[in-house]
């Protein structure tokens, strides 16, 4: 299936990216996430990517969290704001089950109860608005792919069966660590662009419109051997002798963004 172009809202969508931002940022943990699909993106480059997976996750827990704890203070506007907002993205939510007239200091918290499963709905829906932002902030995803590799190993550094993932027979070497697969043309195309035809460490063009000696790499920013993912958020352009230097460690990149004008 080749990219296309996509009628993206934007509607709020800072105020879930740093959500997610911060969530990162302070280590928040994959919770209550589809366990299946997490390992189906882990082994093999899917469209659904990990990040994917987090940002749904990681929103509704915060939203959950925010309506159990704050739900006295949930007021009409508030709910009319998430009613118009999901509207802009074709999904119904329904003010049905709160009652403002009700003295209920758990009303906020009914309600979302009620509406949770449209709530859930609507993260799938925006994650791709939010991945698409992050998926150029480099050194947001270098902390991101950390936080994965958290799911796939203990403290001791041992592999982990984090929440008894099914993970299908001989996926995974025998240190726990995931098999290595090619990295699809789209993934390619995607990591190519979002770096600018650069290398990520030495900023060396890898276009082959300037030197076409320079031979491009397709990197795991978290290496393999070191528990990282074949997922698209974990690639980065390298040219070869950087790849070579780097080898299986992990390092943070000397990211460089060029300005527009």
């Not at 997610?20 to 469209?47: H, I, P, T």
Request: aromatic fraction near 16%; charged fraction near 25%; charge should be neutral.
């Amino acid at each position: 299936m080749s990219s296309e172009f996509r009628n993206f809202k934007f509607s709020s969508i800072y105020e879930f990216v740093n959500i997610v931002s911060e969530a990162v940022e302070n280590g928040f943990d994959f919770w209550n996430f589809n366990e299946d699909l997490f390992v189906q993106s882990a082994l093999k480059f899917n469209r659904i990517t990990l990040l994917h997976i987090y940002v749904s996750s990681t929103l509704l827990c915060y939203y959950s969290r925010f309506f159990r704890k704050s739900g006295d203070c949930v007021e009409k506007e508030y709910v009319d704001w998430w009613i118009h907002l999901m509207k802009d993205y074709g999904i119904r939510l329904r003010r049905t089950g709160y009652d403002v007239d009700k003295e209920d200091v758990n009303a906020g918290w009914a309600w979302f109860q009620k509406n949770e499963t449209t709530f859930m709905r609507f993260f799938d829906v925006i994650s791709d608005e939010v991945v698409y932002i992050l998926f150029n902030d480099k050194q947001f995803l270098v902390q991101f792919n950390r936080l994965v590799r958290n799911v796939l190993i203990d403290e001791d550094g041992t592999y982990a069966e984090y929440l008894e993932l099914k993970w299908p027979q001989n996926a995974r070497n025998d240190d726990g660590t995931i098999k290595r697969c090619n990295i699809p043309k789209w993934v390619q195309q995607a990591v190519f662009h979002r770096d600018k035809g650069r290398c990520v460490f030495c900023n060396k063009d890898l276009t082959g419109l300037v030197n076409t000696l320079n031979i491009k790499n397709y990197d795991h920013i978290i290496p393999l051997k070191d528990y990282g993912t074949n997922d698209p958020c974990n690639i980065q352009l390298t040219c070869e002798e950087c790849n070579k230097k780097k080898g299986g460690k992990d390092i943070m990149p000397q990211y460089k963004y060029q300005s527009w004008w």
